[in-house]
């Protein structure tokens, strides 16, 4: 048998130590999340405090951010209309937050009916940190 090159094996051990759901795109968001917030890291407990709690700023039909994506958040959720939204915890979805345009999007428009306001960069961050450790 062959033994590996030292430069097979370093590879080999960078990909094995990388967690599952990490993934460049989502990463690139964030950082530049964390640049927007002038932090150096997000709390996934803020977030997750955020995402679940009822607010009171926003449109009375959506209340939480819950209301469509649900509590159970490796389940998929469900539109105002009844159409179904896939999950949103990456481990299960690992195709989340990677496509800026979408996450930009959909944060606006959602903060918007839940809050009555846009989300900072620190509270997006937070959701993201919340919902890439689920
Ligand atoms: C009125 C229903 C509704 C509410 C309330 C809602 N969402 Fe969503 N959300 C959607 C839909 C629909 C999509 C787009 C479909 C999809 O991504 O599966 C979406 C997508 C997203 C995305 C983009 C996901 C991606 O893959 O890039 C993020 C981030 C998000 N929502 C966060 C939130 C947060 C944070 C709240 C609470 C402040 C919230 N949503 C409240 C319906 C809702």
Redesign the pocket.
Known sequence: MKIPSKPTILALAIILATPLAANPARDAIINALKQQAGVSSFSAEEGKAL?LATHSGGKPE?PS?T???GTNLKAGGK??AGKP??PMAVSVNP???T?PA??EK??RR??N???GRE?TPLEKGN?LAYLSSL
């Open positions: 995402f959506t951010c209301t469509c994506h539109t105002r939204i896939e195709q989340r937050y496509d979408k996450v959909w944060f959602n903060c009916s839940v809050l989300c959701i």
